[in-house]
């Protein structure tokens, strides 16, 4: 086993020997990026600081953020934070799958600071992904992983993205194909008896405060997730949100079967979902912004994206893409 190649970064099958490698990798000490059902992670062990270091190199990023612990399943979650009964509830309708709750940490978590940035809290979330979940079974620690992607681009979606981003800066990638889901887990932090929504996601918002029987508190100045910089998921174009008409020179992002005028006039055009399905926008999102990006085009005209469902997690990250660079 190597870490930290100078010959690149290598590409695992997601078989038993490539899941067995991956494990080996993260035991000591090294980053190994992997598929969940939202976007591909940048997994550290959660343990050791060092290793968690690594990841922010490998990123780029300007300072530490906390970071989400994967675990393989609720029982190993249970086991980090201190779960009131509304995470309870949540973590039994969604788990696993697209959540992740925000808990205090539990005195006997292992969890490194630097994974933590120093908070008293913990992002904990079990993918529903088999080979994720096979990996974090091998490793048997917390795996903090954020989206495996440098610093300021989009979050990738297949290990090409993955590679495109960071190859020679990580140990080795973990081909699991495309993700399903597309855009990453919900966040809701579970801290002081209401639970707050700190990011919109894979879960929509509807079926959370189902689960809850109650509406879901607005992420208040208390508890902010930091990290989330208006301008973090940028492409390279310019994104013009709920354009009903394309100017000449643009591209256009499409949802649904409706034409906006001027369409025959665009550089290029990628529908997310002819039919429409938030579902399928949201796994394709990404994707379409790289490939916007590849095209060379300045502007993108996007259309007009509703806000129920899936689509508060797409409007969410298309405002992102669009903000001002900082
Ligand atoms: O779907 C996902 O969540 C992906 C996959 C790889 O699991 N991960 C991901 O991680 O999106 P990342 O690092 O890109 O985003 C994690 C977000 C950050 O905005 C961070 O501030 C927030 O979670 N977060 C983590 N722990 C937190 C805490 N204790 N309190 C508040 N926010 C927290
Ligand atoms: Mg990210």
């Known amino acids: 086993m190597r870490l930290q190649s100078d010959d690149g970064t290598r590409r695992l099958r997601d078989d038993e020997a490539?899941?067995?490698?991956?494990a080996?990798?993260?035991?000591?000490?090294?980053?190994?990026?992997?598929?969940?059902?939202?976007?591909?992670?940048?997994?550290?062990?959660?343990?050791?600081?060092?290793?968690?270091?690594?990841?922010?190199?490998a990123k780029g990023r300007p300072r530490f953020n906390p970071l989400i612990a994967h675990l393989p399943d609720a029982e190993a979650a249970f086991a980090q934070g201190r779960f009131d009964e509304a995470a309870q509830k949540l973590a039994a309708a969604f788990w696993p799958g697209?959540?992740?709750?925000?808990?205090?940490?539990?005195?006997?978590?292992?969890?490194?600071?630097?994974a933590r940035a120093g908070l008293p809290s913990i992002g904990l979330r079990v993918p529903h992904h088999p080979a994720a979940e096979a990996l974090l079974r091998t490793v048997a620690r917390p795996v903090v992983a954020p989206s495996a992607n440098r610093s300021g681009h989009v979050s990738p979606t297949t290990a090409d993205h993955v590679l495109a981003d960071l190859d020679g800066r990580i140990d080795a990638v973990l081909d699991g194909?495309?993700?399903?889901?597309?855009?990453?887990s919900t966040i809701v932090a579970c801290l002081d008896g209401a639970p707050r929504l700190l990011r919109a996601g894979g879960v929509p918002r509807e079926a959370l405060e189902a689960a809850l029987g109650r509406p879901l508190a607005e992420a208040g100045e208390a508890v902010i997730a930091p990290g989330m910089l208006a301008s973090h998921y940028a492409p390279a174009a310019r994104l013009r949100l709920d354009a009903d008409a394309i100017e000449p020179g643009e591209?256009?992002?499409?949802?649904?079967?409706?034409?906006?005028?001027?369409?025959?006039?665009?550089?290029?055009?990628?529908?997310?979902?002819?039919r429409g399905d938030l579902g399928e926008a949201a796994a394709r999102l990404f994707a379409a912004l790289r490939d916007l990006d590849a095209a060379g085009v300045d502007t993108v005209a996007v259309a007009p994206i509703p806000r129920h469902g899936l689509g508060e997690a797409i409007r969410d990250r298309l405002l992102r893409a669009a903000a001002p660079r900082g």
């Not at 490539?18 to 991956?22: D, L, V």
């Not at 591209?251 to 002819?274: F, M, Q």
Request: net charge negative; glycine share 12%; no cysteine.
């Open 18 to 22: 490539g899941i067995e490698e991956a």
């Open 98 to 114: 697209p959540l992740t709750l925000v808990v205090p940490l539990s005195e006997k978590a292992p969890i490194s600071d630097l």
């Open 251 to 274: 591209a256009a992002l499409l949802l649904g079967a409706h034409a906006p005028a001027g369409l025959d006039r665009a550089r290029v055009a990628i529908n997310l979902s002819p």
């Open 177 to 184: 194909g495309s993700t399903r889901v597309g855009v990453e």
């Open 24 to 57: 080996a990798i993260l035991r000591a000490g090294g980053t190994v990026a992997f598929p969940t059902e939202t976007v591909y992670g940048l997994g550290a062990d959660a343990t050791n600081g060092e290793a968690v270091a690594r990841i922010y190199a």
